[in-house]
């Protein structure tokens, strides 16, 4: 079925095409373009609205009281038609990197089934810092061993898009070069830098190990200072290493998007929600906490991600968008098939106003919510 998208601002990288349109071929994007739209067997009028690439969230756990490793496959749907209604159309599940887990989520990886698309598992843990593990339970946090990576790459070939670790652990390097040479959904798995306590030069060594991406930069690794630049300073300075940032305004001060967006630039920077459940949580002054006051994941959405990055950063909507679309794409080694709105990609993509509320979110060619339908 030929579908077309019309009468809306279409938002390509870093360009707007007033009076766009967007006709898709079934699964896939056929053409883009602007004025009088050719034909199609469905027309959808976006009636002024922005037409935009599907929201991609490389880092989420759970949404609006869901869980993502849920065993209830049900519970499972019920967060990727949440996560949807916000304009997401693809993420990757923090989970943990257990047996059991990978027996849960492998089925569902690719899965849209009227929201999101599950594009593959992050793993946050076990080989990171004790120190800075964050909310994470220390008994999740294991010293490196090559034993230990070979058995979590054995139950989870083939669906582990991305793993978190500490470079300046004893032999983490040598883990980030086996999981490197891992194929994930996507490609090679993605070795990102995080809940770490590395100096600079740790950091630099990791980087150039193979870490190309950033588990919520500035969040749980040292500050980054004049004189000790540490990881930070170390992601912030090196342009092949994408970071994360949560713009929620609690785990970032909005001055320091600001600073992390002009130096990594829109595309080296991903806007993700590493949101939770919040099922088992206090939510204080807008974010879940553990008892004693420590963060423990987000409530934020990536429409109100998006939102605002425009605020905190001053950048443009299409810079915004960017960074919640191609950049994650490209970080996660997607971007062939996802990240814009170009012919032969897969046509994912979301209609939303100026102020980034969500009215449309389309998967694979298929509207999986609408806010026309639901008021219904």
């Not at 870093?14 to 034909?39: H, M």
């Not at 199609?40 to 935009?52: L, S, V, Y």
Request: include cysteine; glycine fraction near 10%.
């Amino acid at each position: 079925m030929r579908t077309l998208i019309s009468d809306g601002i279409v938002i390509a990288p870093r360009e707007r095409l007033e009076g766009g349109w967007v006709l898709a071929d079934g699964e896939r994007i056929a053409a883009v373009g602007r004025g009088p739209p050719p034909a199609a067997d469905r027309r959808i009028d976006a009636a002024g609205r922005f037409i935009a690439p599907g929201f991609i969230d490389l880092h989420a756990q759970g949404f609006r009281g869901y869980d993502l490793w849920d065993p209830s496959d049900e519970n499972f749907l019920r967060a990727m038609r949440q996560m949807a209604a916000t304009g997401v159309t693809a993420a990757q599940a923090s989970v943990d990197p257990t047996l059991e887990v990978s027996r849960i989520m492998r089925p569902r990886i690719g899965r849209a089934d009227g929201g999101a698309r599950l594009l593959g598992l992050y793993f946050e843990t076990p080989f990171i810092s004790m120190e800075k593990r964050g909310a994470i339970p220390p008994d999740r946090v294991r010293p490196p061993s090559a034993d230990l990576a070979r058995e979590i790459l054995a139950h989870s070939r083939g669906i582990l898009s991305m793993i978190t670790m500490a470079p300046e652990l004893p032999g983490a390097l040598d883990l980030v070069r086996l999981f490197r040479a891992a194929a994930g959904p996507l490609g090679p798995v993605v070795v990102a830098l995080g809940h770490t306590a590395a100096t600079y030069d740790q950091a630099v060594a990791g980087i150039e190990a193979g870490m190309t991406h950033c588990t919520h930069l500035f969040n749980a690794m040292p500050p980054l200072g004049h004189r000790e630049p540490g990881a930070a300073g170390a992601l912030l300075a090196r342009p092949e290493a994408s970071v994360e940032l949560i713009c929620d305004g609690v785990h970032l001060h909005p001055a320091v998007v600001r600073t992390a967006v002009a130096c990594k630039g829109p595309a080296g920077t991903c806007l993700i929600t590493d949101c939770v459940s919040a099922r088992d949580r206090r939510v204080v002054d807008g974010a879940p906490r553990l008892a004693d006051g420590t963060l423990a994941g987000s409530v934020l959405s990536m429409d109100r991600a998006v939102a605002n990055v425009q605020r905190f950063a001053g950048v443009s909507l299409e810079q915004a968008v960017e960074m919640a679309t191609l950049s994650p794409a490209r970080a996660a080694g997607c971007d062939r098939a996802k990240g814009s709105l170009a012919p032969g990609k897969d046509a994912d993509l979301v209609l939303f106003d100026a102020a980034v509320n969500v009215s449309l979110t389309m998967v694979g060619g298929e509207v999986v919510w609408s806010a026309e339908a639901r008021n219904h």
